[in-house]
């Protein structure tokens, strides 16, 4: 992506939590290089004239204080914050507010050089795999429903519908399309979030192998202290309770027993198969409430490994999450569909798709009623870039002006 006259950052993108950061100078811990073959760089909001520290007794920081988003530091009256993630690392830093560069879609035409005030983070610390080299980013980009989210306080501005979808593309290549605001497709499905919840919670009520049914008590995907069913892009895999796994591991090793060897690694279920992974394996089904189905094929619930003796080695991308009674569904079974959260209606939908092609978006929020633009049809845009490892953005600083991406601005990669 090109941002004008400005620098790319390139962040993960995490529906498991609310807050944009992006590494500032100084920092401890923060990776000076990246494994992944981006370049990495910090932010430094000293050189914008039109940055500003967040204090504690902005507004702004009494919202994220409700939320566990920010803190205060007495010592010297800065908005800060403490971010611990699922796999032990963190960061901590503070707020600034910035102006955000965007472009929006006015029927079928772009109107460009909009602006528009955010807060995001500034991290002066970080640990864990955050200082690891070989899969460092600049940042992370929460995409939670929490009142610091970038689309939270865009569309409490009027600015972006609070809506935002992606599709992530499955190939070897990685790529995909995000969008702040509703990416429209017939064939979505849609099934109710779990309300007043941290994290983008649904009410999963059994899992089917081949359209049969296994026998899973219901109340295992119940949603109550913490556990429950939860959309996560900052996942990779997906992980379940040993009551799913369990049956789900069962049921499909009974149907693949007469063409695969069934073998362990390092601890993992594999299979050993000399023919096409669609001929062997079974389709799954994810069944929500509302009748919304999530169909898995066998490379949305498998992973391929090494071969041996020209035989092909697959193994379960389930994995056994123990004692905490949650099921997670990370970019796995994400993959290769199109996600739409529809934040204002309290929703999650999703269809398959083939995520190399352009999309069709809503412009409901600038027009007052819904008109569709084709990402394909636009002259210019701004890409997602996302990595084959991971899901990465690109975010721009203008001289330490903030600069994304609202609704239908994409191209495909």
Known sequence: MECRDGRDFYVQIDTGSDVLWVSCRPC?????????????????????????????????????????????????????????????????????????NFDTIVGNSLTANSTARIVFGCSTTQTGDLTKSDRAVDGIFGFGQQGLSVISQLASEGIAPK????????????????????????????????PSQPHYNLNLQSISVN????????????????????????????????????????????????????????????????????????????NFEGGASLLLGPQDYLLQQSSIDGSAVWCMG????????????????????????????????????????????????????????NTGDLSRGISIRVASSRELIICCIIASVLCVLITGIFQHL
């Not at 049969?212 to 109550?224: E, G, N």
Request: aromatic residues 8%; proline residues 4%.
């Open 163 to 194: 809506a935002f979808s992606h599709c992530l593309r499955g190939d070897g290549d990685g790529g995909g399309i995000l969008v702040l605001g509703e990416i429209v497709e017939p064939s979505i499905v849609y099934t109710p979030l779990v």
């Open 28 to 100: 401890n811990g923060c990776p000076e290089s990246s494994g992944l073959h981006i370049p990495l760089n910090f932010f430094d909001p000293g050189s914008s004239s039109t940055a500003s520290p967040v204090s504690c007794s902005d507004q702004r920081c009494s919202l994220g204080i409700q939320s566990s988003d920010s803190g205060c530091s007495t010592q010297n009256n800065m908005c800060s914050y403490t971010f611990q993630y699922g796999d032990g690392s963190g960061t901590s830093g503070y707020y600034v507010s910035d102006l955000l």
């Open 318 to 373: 389930f994995q056994k999450i123990q004692g905490q009674g949650i099921t997670i569904l990370g970019d796995l079974v994400l993959k290769n569909k199109i996600f739409v959260y529809d934040l204002a209606g309290q929703r999650i939908g999703w269809a398959n798709y083939d995520c190399s092609m352009s999309v069709n978006v809503s412009t409901a929020i600038n027009t007052g009623r819904n008109e569709y633009v």
């Open 211 to 286: 359209g049969q049914t296994l026998p899973i008590d219901p109340s295992v995907f119940a949603t109550s202290n913490g556990q429950g069913t939860i959309v996560d892009s900052g996942t990779t895999l997906a992980y379940v309770t040993d009551e799913v796994y369990n049956p789900l591991v069962n049921a499909v090793t009974a149907i693949v027993s007469q063409a695969a060897r069934v073998v362990l690694s390092k601890g993992n279920q594999c299979y050993i198969i000399s023919l096409s992974v669609n001929e062997v394996f079974p389709q799954l089904s994810l």
